[in-house]
């Protein structure tokens, strides 16, 4: 028992640690994005109905990839998502984005996990602040699961906050 809590340390010190290395990384370095209206990749959390890890990258001025690993309760959700942009107010900051995607969820039914995938839409807002290196988006992801005799899910969607890079 006892060299399994030493372990169970040692994961949770390591990680800990990796966590404050790669946060110093990002603290230390300059940031072109801070005082910047565009940024090309940023990285987060999305929250709605639990809480994931996204990150958001740009392929160019108007198309965006974004991937959100989500966890809740015992489950788990991988979503990428093409999304198309287009600008909303004349500075550039406040953005429309919409555009399809797709998932793959390992969900705890009762005492079972069970694998559902599935389509997924995504409509919604992005905003860029001048001064610093924050992101939020707001939107609205409904889904089809084919697994499991086919569902129509209206309730994804969520709050992001990244960083931008």
């Given amino acids: 028992m006892l060299l399994y809590l030493q ?3 040692m994961k ?12 110093s990384f990002f603290a230390a370095a300059q940031n072109k994005t ?7 990749t940023s990285i987060g959390v999305k929250v709605w109905d639990g809480a994931g890890i996204s990150l958001k990258t740009f392929i160019d001025d108007k198309n965006a990839l974004e991937f959100i690993g989500f966890f809740k309760s015992g489950s788990t959700r991988i979503t ?3 999304e198309k942009h287009g600008d909303l107010n ?4 406040l953005k429309w984005y ?14 079972e996990t069970k694998t559902y995938f599935g ?7 992005d905003y860029k602040f001048g001064n610093l290196p924050l992101n939020l ?3 609205w992801q409904p889904a089809f699961e084919f697994s499991g005799g086919g569902t129509f899910i209206s309730n994804w969607g969520g709050l992001g906050i990244r960083y931008t890079l």
């Fill in 7 to 9: 372990k169970n340390n």
């Fill in 12 to 23: 949770q010190l390591a990680l800990t640690f990796t966590f404050a290395a790669v946060l």
């Fill in 34 to 40: 801070s005082s910047s209206l565009d940024y090309k």
């Fill in 80 to 82: 990428g998502l093409y």
């Fill in 90 to 93: 004349t500075e550039g900051n």
């Fill in 98 to 111: 919409i555009g399809p995607g797709a998932h793959v969820g390992l969900y705890k039914v009762l005492t």
């Fill in 119 to 125: 389509v997924d839409g995504v409509v919604g807002l």
């Fill in 137 to 139: 988006s707001l939107d």
